[in-house]
């Protein structure tokens, strides 16, 4: 009886175990998603700190026992003049588009609902080509032409994916406003887990998509 109760003891806390490894995974999720929080605090490194988790979301769902710290800040410095650039790039279409829908939001005329839906497009476009752009950036060598060339394609090219990323994106945007008690779940859960738990979701998507085209020499690392 002891015998197998010792048995029992071991088997729980064996770290080659699937519950085991699911916990590893979680805390890696939970590190990174704390660093990514903090290192975009400064709003103009959000580019590096979005290329940056996903560079370590790769890592992690590649490999186990991953040193998360130590590799999200090397991500982190590498990835500092090309994310920089793609973080203004879409801060300031995002920022501009946001205050010119703000600014006419009252405005019923048709020139103005023209411009809305313009302001509008922009942003769904934006962040519609940064959930490829980022994966892409973080993921292969490559210029800040070459990403954003090649983000496009292949955002066009697999249009039904990103858009069904986009829209459970939305979707949780809209049940995490739905109540104040939901706001409040919702952003917690958001600051420990939430942000690299979605970028983990998508890169399950995102392997195959990459592996395809690089099959193909159409990515080149």
């Known amino acids: ?19 085991m ?10 590190t990174v998603n704390l660093l990514f929080l903090v290192s975009c605090l400064p709003i103009l490194t959000l580019g590096i700190a979005k290329m940056s988790l996903y560079q370590t979301l790769f890592e992690i769902k ?9 590799t ?19 801060l300031a279409i995002v920022g501009i588009s946001l205050f010119d829908l703000l600014l006419f939001w009252g405005q019923v005329a048709l020139p103005f609902q023209v411009l809305k839906a313009v302001c509008l497009g922009f942003i769904i476009f934006t962040e519609l080509i940064a959930l490829g752009l980022y994966p ?11 990403s954003l060339q090649t983000s496009l394609i292949v955002v066009s090219l697999n249009f039904p994916w990103f858009f069904l990323m986009m829209a ?9 406003y739905s109540s104040g008690f ?15 738990g979605l970028g983990f979701l998508q890169i399950g998507i995102l392997e195959k998509i990459f592996g395809k085209y690089e099959n193909e020499k159409f990515i080149k690392e």
């Open 21 to 30: 490894q699911i916990c590893e995974k979680i805390l890696d999720l939970v």
């Open 72 to 90: 999200y800040m090397k991500a982190f410095r590498a990835n500092a003049k090309l994310g920089l650039k793609l973080g203004l790039l879409e």
């Open 182 to 196: 939901v706001l409040l779940l919702g952003w917690t859960v958001f600051v420990f887990l939430g942000f690299a």
């Open 168 to 176: 459970i994106m939305i979707a949780i945007i809209i049940v995490v």
């Open 136 to 146: 892409l950036a973080g993921h292969f060598d490559m210029s800040l032409k070459d």
């Open 1 to 19: 009886m002891k015998k197998k109760g010792s048995q029992l003891i071991k088997s729980i806390f064996d770290t080659d175990n699937f519950f």
């Open 62 to 70: 590649k490999s186990r026992r991953v040193r998360v710290a130590s």
